[in-house]
């Protein structure tokens, strides 16, 4: 299976989808991708709210893509790779419509800043989570104003420091990252089908309003992340971070 996403309605509900059997992990192409898709769902205007999911049982999503990480070798490639996950993040921050994410396993990295981003999330018990960044030589800067929102400073900075260690579903819940834990898939799948319909029948007037609200403050994002991405590409291209890569 080609790594992909792809993006499709269902009622009122505009599904994104996205998939990698490296652990559902993330290419610059594929960022690219999900940003795009984003704005057609946000486009349509049958669609009242959106679903963030992606395939499998296991992992939600790996983070970045180590592959391709590995291929950087120049500054203007390296930035231009974080800086996907600076589109993602601010092509949601940029959304009228509530944002809800599946998250049915673990999530790493990046993927932990695109989750923190999103307005609602329903997590399986499963959903554990992990900045490992600093284990490889750079940081979650890109990924830190969405996070430090979200879980506060205290947590972020503890989720941070702590790179190779996993953080269980219920310390992401009661540091505010995930909203409602689920015991089983099936419990999963039935509240995410309950709020997606609830989300889609509210004003759509009022949806805009409140997420302007939800989001204030944070209309320097628009440099705040391309400015962190070229931190990260510089760290990357360092010699430790490069020795560190090439064994992953």
């Known amino acids: 299976m080609e790594p992909f996403v792809k993006h499709y309605r269902e009622g009122p509900v505009g599904i994104l989808e996205f998939g990698n059997l490296a652990g559902n992990s993330l290419s610059s192409k594929l960022l690219e991708q999900m940003s795009h898709q984003l704005q057609l769902l946000e486009a349509e205007t049958e669609v009242k709210v959106i679903l963030l999911q992606s395939i ?44 809800v994410a599946r998250v049915h396993g673990k999530v790493v990295g990046g993927g ?69 834990i689920a015991s089983s898939e099936e419990q999963l799948n039935q509240l995410v089908d309950e709020t997606v319909k609830k989300f889609a029948r509210y004003s759509q007037k009022a949806t805009k309003d409140l997420r302007n609200l939800h989001w204030k403050n944070t209309d320097d994002w628009h440099t705040l992340l391309p400015g962190n991405a070229k931190i990260t590409a510089r760290l990357l291209l360092q010699d430790e971070a490069q020795q560190i890569i090439k064994t992953l």
């Open 112 to 180: 932990v800043g695109i989750v923190a981003a999103c307005d609602y999330i329903l997590a399986n018990k499963n959903a554990g989570v992990k900045l490992s960044e600093l284990s490889i030589g750079i940081g979650p800067y890109v990924i830190e104003p969405a996070l430090s929102r979200k879980i506060g400073n205290t947590a972020f900075a503890q989720l941070s420091l702590e790179a190779e260690n996993w953080k269980s579903a219920e310390w992401a819940a009661e540091k505010g990252l995930y909203t409602i």
């Open 56 to 99: 499998g049982s296991k992992a939600f999503c790996g983070g970045a893509s180590f592959s391709e990480m590995k291929t950087l070798r120049t500054e203007k490639d390296a930035t231009a790779f974080f800086m996907g996950f600076a589109n993602v993040i601010n092509t949601i921050r940029s959304l009228s419509k509530f944002l």
